[in-house]
C-alpha cells in the first residue's frame, strides 16, 4: 500500500523505516515548499500533490500544522485518517479544550482571550499565575506566557496584543497554572474497528518547554486513568491512528495538557522497547491492519539530541545504546536525533542512562544529567 504522509520531518521518515518491512511506501509532502519529497532523501519527486493524493492508497499526517486548504483537498479525497477534526482540534488549543471538556476528560481550569476584557475576566476568574498560549501555531512552549503577578500584566497584554493583531484567527487561551509534581504521556493506536492498543505510559522531562528526556514507567494507577482519558478522547473522535496525549500527574490525579494526533516524540522509545513500535502501529491502524502488540519488550528511555549533529562514537560501543538520527541540518536547539537506551530491568535502564553522562555534556544533555543525580541520591 502507498501512504502519503502531510509534513517531511523526521516522524514522516521513521513511518517510511517502520513501513518498510510490511511493504507499506511512505512518500512524504513537505508543507513549507508545496513539494512531494522521498521521505528519506527528502529528494522532490516528480508529481504534484494532486497526482500524489491520487496514488496513495491512504493519506495521513506526521504534524498538526498543516495548512486548511490542504488538510481539505485531502479530506474531499476520502483517504484521510485520523479526522480532519483531530488534526484541527490539535493545532488549535481552542478545539482541543471544547474536545477535552466534550469528552469529560480532566483538564486545567480555562478561558478564551480576544481583547483586554477578556483578559481581565480570565485574571479575576482563574486567578494567579496563570500560563497564557497561543491558540494557533503554538508548540514546544512557543508562543507562551507565564503570568505570576498583577503588575506583569501590561506588559504581557502589551506582547499578547501584537500576536493577536497580526491574524484575526489568532486568540489566547489562558490556562490556571497547575502546579504538578512530573509530566507523563500515553501514546496508543486505535484501529478501523474502534480496536485500542495503548503503550506503557512515559515519564517526561522538559527543558525550557521542550522534551528532553522520556522514560516507559510502570505505574498501574497512573496507567489505567490514561487508557480511560485515551479511550474517551480517540472514541469521541472515531480516530484511526496513532495519538498522543500528555498529562500533568498531580498528585496521582492526571490532567490532559495537550493532545496530539499523530504519532510523538515521547513515544520514541517504543522503537527498542515495545513489541511494535508507535510508527509500525499507526501505519497498521490507517492501512486496515491489525494492530501490534504494544507490550514493553525492554525498559527503555529516549533522549532527544538538541542542536547537536554529532555524538562520540564510543556511545556505540555500549551495548543497550540506540541512535537514530534524522539527518537534518545542525541548527541550535533542533531535534536532530535521539538515543534510545534500554535495560533488562529498570535499575539497570537507570545505570545505563547514567553511563551516558560520561560522554554527553551536561550543558547539551542537562536531562540525563539530572536524572543521573537524582538516581545517585536515592541509592
Ligand atoms: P505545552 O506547549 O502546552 O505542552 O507547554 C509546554 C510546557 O509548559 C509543558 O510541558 C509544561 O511543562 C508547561 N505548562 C504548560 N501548561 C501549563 C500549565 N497550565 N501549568 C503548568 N505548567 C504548564
Redo the contacts with the bound molecule.
Sequence with gaps: MKVLVLGSGQLARMMALAGAPLNLTVIAYDVTSNAVVHPLTLQEQSQSLAQAIAQSDVITAEFEHIPEPILSLCAESGKFLPTPEAIRAGGDRRLEKALLDDANVNN?PYAIIHNRVDFDHAIAAIGLPL?L?SALG?????G?WRLKTAAESDAIWHEMAQLLEQDSRQAIVA??????DR?VSIVGARDKNGHIAVYPLAE?V?IN?VLSLSTAIDAPELQTQAHAMFEAVATRLNYVGVLAL?F?DVNGELLV??IAPRVHNSGHWTQQGAETCQFENHLRAVCGLPLGSTKLVRHTAMINILGEDALPTQLLTLPECHIHWYGKEKRAGRKMGHINVCGDFPGELQRNVCALTQWLDSDKFPAIHQFAKQFELTT
Design positions: 486545567a500560563v498560549k503554538g508548540y514546544d512552549g512557543k507562551q490556562e490556571a497554572f497547575i502546579p504538578f509530566e517526561n522538559h518547554g500528555e500533568f495538557n495537550e
